[in-house]
């Protein structure tokens, strides 16, 4: 059983449509990262999954059952743009409160649970006006936890935050996966970071679902590069571009040999032209870069320059 199903999910806003037959797909127990520019149809899908908006078609399936079932929709917390707390109230009267709205039997022992689980338990008589954003975000993240929920929906939760700031972060989000069985959906524009703590990933624009990968599945289609610096950048792209089928020049300034091939081999080609080889290394492409193509090879799809 999946976490969440979706199936052609549709959603106007007059208009205009931003959701377009979207499928996806969600395992138990994932750290789902989605991903898409700014748009593209991420908070509207994250809001009907949670219930804040109504969809104009297609299914949404929680744990088996359909979106609108009480029992389903009570597995999920999220955190949706901004955490809503009283500036003027201490970080633990603030989760009381929404303890209590949740009806929750035992409340003070449901705050220092969630508290722990986003190590701020040390920071509870903090008022919320005086925390870091990094704090206000995880303050978030507990408030979605209150009530066990199975399904953790977060958007955008570690933008704007400081190195240590991730770090807590992405400790606190597989935490939750590994210790408390708990799956959870994950946008950012941050894809270095995403791509540290991601299981599977959903890549959306336009409104419709382009992809959907494990990391696993990511990392065998990325591909494995030679990278190397040399003397004469421009000659040795021509002379490459004789033997290799794709050389290309990144923002760096080193060339990056695509072929499988040996970088010995590819090394000794600029040699032997008599031009010096400064650097050599193997690398892999990374998230960030393998978005960036995809997006690039669909934007030539759509005028036909592919």
Same mark, same amino acid.
């Given at each position: 059983?999946?976490?969440?199903?979706?199936?052609?999910?549709?959603?106007?806003?007059?208009?205009?449509?931003?959701?377009?037959?979207?499928?996806?797909?969600?395992?138990?127990?994932? !750290?789902? *990262?989605? +991903?898409?520019? %700014? #748009?593209?149809?991420?908070?509207?899908?994250? @809001?009907? !999954?949670? *219930?804040? +908006?109504?969809? %104009? #078609?297609?299914?949404?399936?929680?744990?088996? @059952?359909?979106?609108?079932?009480?029992?389903?929709?009570?597995?999920?917390?999220?955190?949706?743009?901004?955490?809503?707390?009283?500036?003027?109230?201490?970080?633990?009267?603030?989760?009381?409160?929404?303890?209590?709205?949740?009806?929750?039997?035992?409340?003070?022992?449901?705050?220092?649970?969630?508290?722990?689980?986003?190590?701020?338990?040390?920071?509870?008589?903090?008022?919320?006006?005086?925390?870091?954003?990094?704090?206000?975000?995880?303050?978030?993240?507990?408030?979605?936890?209150?009530?066990?929920?199975?399904?953790?929906?977060?958007?955008?939760?570690?933008?704007?935050?400081?190195?240590?700031?991730?770090?807590?972060?992405?400790?606190?989000?597989?935490?939750?996966?590994?210790?408390?069985?708990?799956?959870?959906?994950?946008?950012?524009?941050?894809?270095?970071?995403?791509?540290?703590?991601?299981?599977?990933?959903?890549?959306?624009?336009?409104?419709?679902?382009?992809?959907?990968?494990?990391?696993?599945?990511?990392?065998?289609?990325?591909?494995?590069?030679?990278?190397?610096?040399?003397?004469?950048?421009?000659?040795?792209?021509?002379?490459?571009?004789?033997?290799?089928?794709?050389?290309?020049?990144?923002?760096?300034?080193?060339?990056?040999?695509?072929?499988?091939?040996?970088?010995?081999?590819?090394?000794?080609?600029?040699?032997?032209?008599?031009?010096?080889?400064?650097?050599?290394?193997?690398?892999?492409?990374?998230?960030?870069?393998?978005?960036?193509?995809?997006?690039?090879?669909?934007?030539?799809?759509?005028?036909?320059?592919?």
């Amino acid at each position: 059983m999946n976490a969440v199903e979706i199936k052609n999910l549709t959603k106007n806003f007059g208009s205009k449509q931003a959701v377009k037959g979207l499928n996806m797909t969600v395992p138990m127990g994932a !750290i789902y *990262g989605f +991903i898409g520019e %700014n #748009g593209s149809g991420k908070s509207t899908t994250e @809001k009907l !999954i949670c *219930g804040l +908006i109504v969809p %104009n #078609g297609g299914s949404i399936r929680l744990f088996g @059952k359909d979106y609108t079932d009480e029992a389903a929709r009570a597995k999920v917390g999220c955190l949706i743009e901004f955490p809503g707390c009283y500036p003027n109230y201490s970080v633990w009267n603030n989760l009381m409160l929404q303890a209590a709205n949740l009806g929750l039997k035992h409340p003070a022992d449901e705050v220092r649970k969630v508290l722990r689980l986003v190590r701020m338990d040390g920071s509870a008589s903090n008022k919320f006006k005086n925390c870091s954003l990094g704090m206000k975000q995880r303050i978030g993240i507990a408030m979605a936890l209150l009530g066990d929920p199975l399904l953790l929906i977060l958007d955008e939760p570690i933008n704007g935050l400081d190195a240590d700031g991730m770090r807590i972060m992405r400790e606190v989000l597989v935490d939750i996966t590994k210790n408390k069985g708990c799956t959870v959906i994950i946008s950012s524009h941050l894809l270095g970071e995403l791509e540290k703590i991601a299981t599977h990933y959903g890549i959306i624009r336009g409104g419709k679902m382009l992809c959907e990968m494990t990391a696993e599945e990511l990392e065998a289609d990325c591909p494995t590069y030679t990278a190397l610096r040399v003397k004469d950048t421009n000659r040795a792209k021509v002379i490459l571009s004789c033997k290799y089928s794709r050389v290309e020049e990144d923002a760096t300034g080193y060339i990056r040999v695509y072929d499988n091939a040996m970088p010995e081999d590819i090394a000794a080609c600029v040699h032997e032209n008599g031009i010096p080889v400064c650097e050599l290394r193997t690398a892999k492409i990374k998230l960030e870069e393998y978005y960036i193509d995809l997006m690039e090879k669909k934007e030539g799809d759509r005028y036909g320059t592919y």
